[in-house]
């Protein structure tokens, strides 16, 4: 079994900060390819951020330059700084991870709870 938890979002005002976090727990035997994602009001769920195992990074062009992902390979955590926040950022963030479980060859996609993240004006 592995879980992943979320935490971190909350209420902040346009031009804010806020860190989320995501920690993988359980069966893991290897973290691959981690990603945040997001999905606000009405429309389709849409890709933020990625880090693959060798810390190479993409970012969506709507956060380039305001986002920053980054993990820990010891706590099989990934992180979403988010600085300079703005009202279109408000949405419901999900950490999405590839993970090989022990005893097993096969990668499995693991999704977080979601966590709100709402950016007042």
């Known amino acids: 079994q592995v879980q992943l938890v979320e935490s971190g979002g909350g209420l902040v005002q346009a031009g804010g900060s806020l860190r989320l976090s995501c920690a993988a727990s359980g069966t893991v035997s290897s973290v691959k390819t981690m990603r945040w994602y997001r999905q606000a009001p009405g429309k389709e769920r849409a890709l933020v951020a990625s880090i693959i195992s060798g810390d190479s990074t993409n970012y969506a062009d709507s956060v380039q330059g305001r986002f920053t992902i980054s993990r820990d390979n010891a706590k099989n955590t990934v992180y979403l700084q988010m600085n300079s926040l703005k009202p279109e950022d408000t949405a419901v963030y999900y950490c999405?991870?590839?993970?090989?479980?022990?005893?097993?060859?096969?990668?499995?996609?693991?999704w977080g709870q979601g966590t709100q993240v709402t950016v007042s004006s």
């Open positions: 999405n991870v590839l993970i090989q479980v022990y005893g097993s060859s096969v990668t499995y996609q693991y």
